[in-house]
């Protein structure tokens, strides 16, 4: 017990290191399997094997019929992560909320690390924080109200899409538990992993710009006022406004703005204000 308090408390510091070891050498990266450790949200450490354990506990367990389950392959274990504390703060809120845990990577050394790790380990998948919305966070819908909220999606992406300029982004609306969230940004790890290469391996004075946009799904909350503005007033005035700021305001809790991007968000922020003086 003692040993390992030791080893937690230096770990910090020592894990990059350790990390890179066991990228660079196989053999090492099997003997330091059972001693690579995890913080989680809750500043705990967990081994990997704790981790898949702990989130088994989390993972629902749906009925299936025999057949059902021999034509399904296992679904693998995800394990969530976190990159930047302050920049994923929502998400975390909305993890704690839902009793969901997740681990800090924070070190550019942890990229290539979890990418071999599910090379080597075929029954997990690391997933950021951010990858998606789970059913955890999600209001029991009926199924013809989850058809109403498809069908009023496929409106409101167009508005989204026209509004921001990009046909590339989706769209889903959904009855989120935690009705004080507008919108979120959802972006695939693999597209997301598959932006992080090519901005590293950029040439110079190459446009990545089109790299950022792949892979962006925007949430709208069902339960929220604005976005029942929206669907209530499709064509409304202020209504290509409203879709710009709730953009804006789920890509800054997923990335820090462009300049031109801030520019417009506090210009758009003041004439928003404004219309509440009226």
């Given amino acids: 017990k003692t040993d390992r308090e030791s080893y937690e408390k230096y770990w910090d510091d020592i894990s990059p290191f350790i990390k890179f070891g066991c990228i660079k050498d196989a053999k090492f990266g099997e003997k330091m399997n059972d001693y690579i450790l995890f913080k989680n949200l809750d500043g705990k450490y967990l081994t990997l094997k704790d981790c898949i354990e702990e989130n088994k506990k989390e993972e629902k367990t749906e009925e299936k019929t025999s057949e059902e389950s021999k034509n399904e392959e296992p679904e693998k274990t995800v394990i969530y992560y976190v990159t930047d504390e302050v920049q994923q703060s929502q998400y975390i809120n909305m993890f704690k909320a839902a009793k969901m845990d997740a681990v800090m990577l924070t ?37 013809k109200t989850q058809e109403e909220l498809n069908a009023q999606a496929e409106k409101v992406e167009k508005l989204v899409q026209k509004a921001l300029k990009n046909d590339k982004i989706k769209v889903k609306i959904e009855k989120l538990k935690n009705k004080k969230v507008s919108s979120v940004l959802t972006v695939s790890e693999e597209s997301r992993r598959m932006q992080d290469m090519m901005k590293m391996y950029a040439m110079p004075g190459m446009d990545m710009g089109a790299y950022g946009k792949e892979g962006e799904t925007l949430v709208l909350n069902a339960n929220h006022p604005l976005v029942q503005y929206i669907l209530e007033n499709e064509k409304g005035e202020n209504v290509e406004m409203i879709c710009e700021q709730l953009y804006d305001l789920a890509l800054l809790q997923h990335a ?19 219309l509440l003086t009226r």
């Fill in 256 to 274: 820090p703005l462009e300049p031109e991007a801030m520019s417009k968000f506090v210009a758009r922020s003041n004439d928003i204000m404004m």
């Fill in 107 to 143: 070190d550019r050394i942890d990229q290539p690390f979890i990418s071999q790790l599910e090379a080597k380990n075929e029954g997990i998948h690391f997933a950021r924080i951010d990858a998606d919305l789970t059913d955890a966070f999600k209001a029991k819908t009926s199924k």
